[in-house]
């Protein structure tokens, strides 16, 4: 499994990149391995303020279906058009062009719940 030290994971399997006041979403390596062949991803939160832990999405998966939550709170500003007619980018590059979200990110609210690289590693087992 695939982890990268620059993220920061949830044990929800979602990861995020901040850069400034803006992040990146996606799912993790081990969550796409878990799913098997993404089918459909589907994301309707767009400029939406969301809180940490609410629902922005759903991945649909060959084996089953799963909610996608906020690592972060802040205002959804982009959806990765990509997936609309490519959802297997979440298997192929998770981390690179399978990313979810972009986030306006709100300062006011900080997600201590955080995990990091090394952090996420011990909760998934590797």
């Known amino acids: 499994m695939k982890v990268l030290d620059n993220l920061k994971y949830t044990e929800n399997h979602e990861w995020v990149l901040i850069n400034g006041d803006m992040a990146l979403v996606g799912v993790t390596d081990y969550a796409q391995h878990e799913l ?7 994301v309707d939160t767009i400029d939406e303020d969301l809180n940490v832990d609410d629902i922005f999405g759903s991945i649909e998966a060959v084996k089953t279906a799963s909610d996608l939550y ?29 990313w979810l979200i972009k986030v306006e990110i709100n300062n ?11 952090e996420y590693k011990a909760h998934i087992g590797v």
Do not use: R
Not at 71 to 97: D, F, H, M, Q, R
């Open 36 to 42: 098997g062949d993404i089918a459909y991803v589907d």
């Open 70 to 98: 906020m690592p972060i709170a802040g205002k959804v500003v982009e959806i990765n058009a990509n997936l609309e007619t490519n959802p297997e980018l979440v298997n192929s590059a998770p981390y690179e062009e399978g």
């Open 108 to 118: 006011t609210v900080i997600n201590d719940k955080l995990l990091t690289a090394d």
